[in-house]
């Protein structure tokens, strides 16, 4: 399975952008998905998940702000974000839970302007 995530882009603080994430090859619709972030200079880590029922779990920093869901029927995983802050500037990945089964796509690229 190749996942490719979309949807990034260059905001000012406080805008939003909805980022979303497919897969080719066969379908991830078996498996709990998760949204990454990797920020210069630091590791990739894990922000939110949504598992095959719809439980969802987000990283403290963007409960609230965040929000998860998934359309099985079209393969696809988004991560709809508010209120982004400057601090959110990364490039977002998508995939399994740590650590990450499938094989990475190259992320999009957040850039949130203060």
Excluded: H
């Excluded at 949807?7 to 980022?19: E, H, N, R």
């Excluded at 508010?82 to 690229?109: H, I």
């Amino acid at each position: 399975v190749q996942l490719q995530a979309s949807g990034g882009g260059l905001v000012q603080a406080g805008g939003s952008l909805t980022l979303s994430c497919s897969a080719s090859g066969n379908s991830f619709s078996r498996f709990v998905m998760g949204w990454y972030r990797q920020a210069p200079g630091n590791e990739r880590e894990l922000i939110a998940t949504v598992s095959t029922d719809g439980y969802i779990n987000y990283l403290d920093s963007v409960k609230g702000r965040f929000t998860i869901s998934r359309d099985t029927a079209k393969n696809t995983v988004y991560l709809r974000m508010n209120s982004l802050k400057p601090e959110d500037t990364a490039v977002y990945y998508c995939n399994t839970p740590p650590p990450g089964r499938l094989s990475w796509g190259q992320g999009t690229l957040v850039t949130v302007s203060s």
